[in-house]
């Protein structure tokens, strides 16, 4: 019963991504996916069942917008009232919830992990923190003028706590594409 619940949630998530040529007020990525327990290959992965239970859905998209990029977090069946936090992570998810790496940074910080505030800050790294509404329900968006380093920015992580750290509690692949001369 509970390997079928696993295949039909890996099955119902669906990865989309158009080419390259689409300008601004198109989304160039929309990917989709319903959280499954990290057993199964799965591009959601729920690492807490309390705040992220399997079945939760996840929709980011991206889009080029104003010479930069817009991501946009949608989640439905989140825990209600919560208030997460969200970053654009430069690697895809695993059973590990480490396996994502560290935040997407614009301006690199050479010392990683980084920790250092003028680095890990919403300006130069995508955060799409979001209180999940009584319905469970949730959005966030973020725009920066910059856009991805080709193969740089591969998940979307939620956290326990909102800003730049905090425990890992799901993990959303993404493939994020890079801005054309970014
Ligand atoms: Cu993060």
């Given at each position: 019963?509970?390997?079928?619940?696993?295949?039909?949630?890996?099955?119902?998530?669906?990865?989309a991504?158009?080419?390259?040529?689409?300008?601004?007020?198109?989304?160039?990525?929309?990917?989709?996916?319903?959280?499954?327990?990290?057993?199964?290959?799965?591009?959601?992965?729920?690492?807490?069942?309390?705040?992220?239970?399997?079945?939760?859905?996840i929709?980011?998209?991206?889009?080029?917008?104003?010479?930069?990029?817009?991501?946009?977090?949608?989640?439905?069946?989140?825990?209600?009232?919560?208030?997460?936090?969200?970053?654009?992570?430069?690697?895809?998810?695993?059973?590990?919830?480490?396996?994502?790496?560290?935040?997407?940074q614009?301006?690199?910080?050479?010392?990683?992990?980084?920790?250092?505030?003028?680095?890990?800050?919403?300006?130069?790294?995508?955060?799409?923190?979001?209180?999940?509404?009584?319905?469970?329900?949730?959005?966030?968006?973020?725009?920066?003028?910059?856009?991805?380093?080709?193969?740089?920015?591969?998940?979307?992580?939620?956290?326990?706590?909102?800003?730049?750290?905090?425990?890992?509690?799901?993990?959303f692949?993404?493939p994020?594409?890079?801005?054309?001369?970014?």
């Open positions: 019963m509970v390997a079928g619940i696993l295949t039909a949630a890996a099955a119902a998530a669906v990865l991504a158009s080419g390259g040529a689409a300008g601004d007020g198109a989304d160039c990525v929309r990917a989709e996916g319903r959280f499954t327990p990290p057993k199964a290959p799965s591009p959601a992965l729920t690492y807490d069942r309390n705040l992220v239970p399997p079945g939760a859905r929709q980011v998209t991206q889009r080029h917008e104003k010479g930069g990029t817009r991501v946009t977090l949608r989640v439905r069946g989140v825990k209600p009232g919560f208030a997460f936090g969200a970053h654009v992570h430069q690697k895809p998810c695993g059973v590990d919830p480490a396996a994502a790496g560290g935040h997407y614009h301006r690199q910080d050479p010392v990683q992990p980084s920790e250092n505030p003028a680095y890990v800050n919403p300006d130069n790294e995508v955060w799409l923190d979001f209180t999940a509404q009584p319905d469970g329900s949730g959005k966030a968006s973020a725009v920066h003028s910059w856009g991805f380093r080709p193969g740089e920015a591969a998940s979307v992580v939620l956290h326990r706590e909102q800003g730049g750290a905090g425990d890992r509690v799901a993990c692949t993404v994020f594409e890079p801005r054309a001369g970014s």
